[in-house]
């Protein structure tokens, strides 16, 4: 197939399979101009199997990040759950809107704090009414997925959400003076032995953004603020958490006493940004600093999503750009995006300018797992808007719909020829499977081109576009990777 579809460039319509094996082409000669989409309606809100989610027995205890023994390096994996999978009936439609409303509100946090950060020039600003306690982390909502682990000891199973967008570890604990509610019991730290407090001068204290203390307990606190107005606050302590029979010792993380806003059932977050207090980085060493996800599309696969830390999370695969680092910024996973093809062709006025990250801060693109729709600054946005529109002219056109501006009717279709969409990264070219890019937005056969507009000039790669992808985080080499295909 490969061989046909390089000494064929004439030919239009390639199978699904031929854009995912031109990846492995560096030129845009032999490029497809267009793929098939399946019709496939919006999913049902996804079953969680209690089954699945039960603890393996605890076989290995893994050394604290502290310790000189933690020289050898193991691997550990977790299936991930859609937030929806929590969330109280509701229907396919219900579902997508809620989706939505989450994805402005972090939309908007997201692009707020780096404008913020841009304007102070490096330096966060503390909330109202915590004078004695801390920001860290990001105020950008709750994220998308989750997994279930084990907190403390004995360890006590709960859900977490994953977020790559955020650093800060937390957990609701008791006692509360507010928490919200969460489908396990509330984290009693009194019942765990490995639960301890974290002194108010000690240096994990100090790598929170602002050192906060509760001088009456002589005992670090930490505060998280979120852009839809939740925050978490406590005290920051370290405790063990258990992945899947792995025990992973000294994790610091924020015991949370009060606690409000809408997280949907899960008993905390564990932080996946770029920063020092995030989980990636807090056990770098005995997980070589690399971990990896897959994010299935709902409507097309029954697999479970999944999330890989150690060496094994890294693909052969993998086609790799370099991360590039915001000083005034580290929570984001910023990468250089060049340009973007349409059809086999790169789409004019796209270019890597409109895409910098500046000196100050401002500008550049962030890969984040807890976006949905794909943001782009709005002249790269429009440029590759109309690209689409001209290439989709034989498709019937459908009402905008929320946040997407162009929208079809394929209702009475199996099955659609639309434009091919490629990412051009820094060295690597990311050929988007159709589903990514044109998605049910009703239950009448209405789909969209499920990427936005936004005046910051912060651009967000969302996790639509992700699906199907294993996303590597290879920290130890600063770069990121995408491999086709890859949650098999």
Not at 170 to 176: F, H, K, L, S, V
Not at 312 to 323: C, Q, Y
């Amino acid at each position: 197939m490969e061989g046909k579809a390089r000494n064929a460039p004439a030919l239009l319509f390639l199978s699904l399979t031929c854009v995912f094996l031109s990846l492995s082409t560096p030129t845009l000669s032999t490029s497809p101009q267009f793929q098939t989409l399946t019709i496939n309606p919006l999913p049902e809100k996804p079953t969680l199997s209690w089954a699945d989610t039960e603890p393996e027995s605890e076989t290995q205890t893994l050394t604290d990040s502290t310790s000189s023994e933690a020289s050898t390096t193991i691997s550990l994996s977790v299936e991930l759950h859609h937030l929806d999978a929590l969330s109280s009936d509701k229907t396919p439609q219900d579902l997508f809107n809620s989706r939505l409303t989450r994805d402005a509100s972090r939309v908007r946090s997201l692009t707020s704090l780096a404008a913020a950060v841009g304007r102070t020039n490096g330096t966060r600003a503390r909330g109202p009414g915590f004078s004695s306690s801390v920001i860290s982390g990001l105020a950008q909502g709750s994220g998308e997925y989750f997994t279930r682990l084990g907190v403390g000891t004995p360890a006590r199973y709960v859900f977490m959400v994953l977020d790559t967008g955020s650093d800060v570890v937390w957990i609701q604990c008791a006692p509360c003076k507010k928490c919200y509610s969460q489908t396990d019991p509330v984290f009693d730290p009194t019942k765990s032995r490995s639960f301890a407090n974290i002194p108010c001068g000690s240096p994990l204290c100090r790598r929170l953004d602002s050192p906060g203390c509760n001088t009456k307990k002589q005992v670090c606190v930490y505060q998280v603020s979120y852009g839809d107005g939740s925050f978490t606050y406590g005290e920051f302590s370290t405790e063990t958490l258990t992945f899947r029979g792995n025990r992973v010792g000294r994790v610091a993380l924020g015991c949370g006493h009060d606690n409000e806003g809408l997280f949907v059932g899960a008993a905390g977050l564990l932080g996946l940004g770029r920063g020092r207090l995030s989980f990636p980085s807090q056990i770098g060493r005995r997980f070589n600093r690399k971990f990896s996800y897959c994010l299935v599309d709902r409507s097309a696969s029954s697999k479970p999503s999944s999330m890989v830390f150690g060496d094994s999370a890294i693909s052969r695969t993998a086609r790799f750009t370099p991360l590039v680092s915001n000083p005034k910024l580290d929570t984001f996973y910023y990468v250089e995006l060049l340009g973007i093809s349409v059809g086999g062709t790169r789409v004019p006025g796209i270019t890597a300018s409109l895409f910098k990250l500046d000196s100050t801060g401002n500008g550049g693109v962030i890969i984040d797992s807890g976006t949905s729709v794909t943001r782009l600054t709005r002249p790269a946005y429009l440029a590759l808007r109309n690209a689409f529109r001209v290439g989709a002219s034989n498709l019937k056109r459908a009402p905008e719909f929320s946040l997407f501006d162009t929208c079809f009717d394929l209702s009475g279709k199996t099955e659609v020829k639309v434009p091919t969409v490629v990412l051009h990264f820094r060295g690597a070219d990311i050929s988007l499977p159709a589903s990514n890019y044109l998605i049910p937005v009703d239950s009448s056969g209405s789909f969209c081109f499920a990427f936005a507009g936004t005046m910051s000039g912060l651009s967000i790669i969302g996790n639509i576009q992700q699906q199907g992808f294993r996303v590597v985080y290879d920290l130890a080499a600063s770069r990121v990777g995408f491999t086709p295909r890859g949650c098999a």
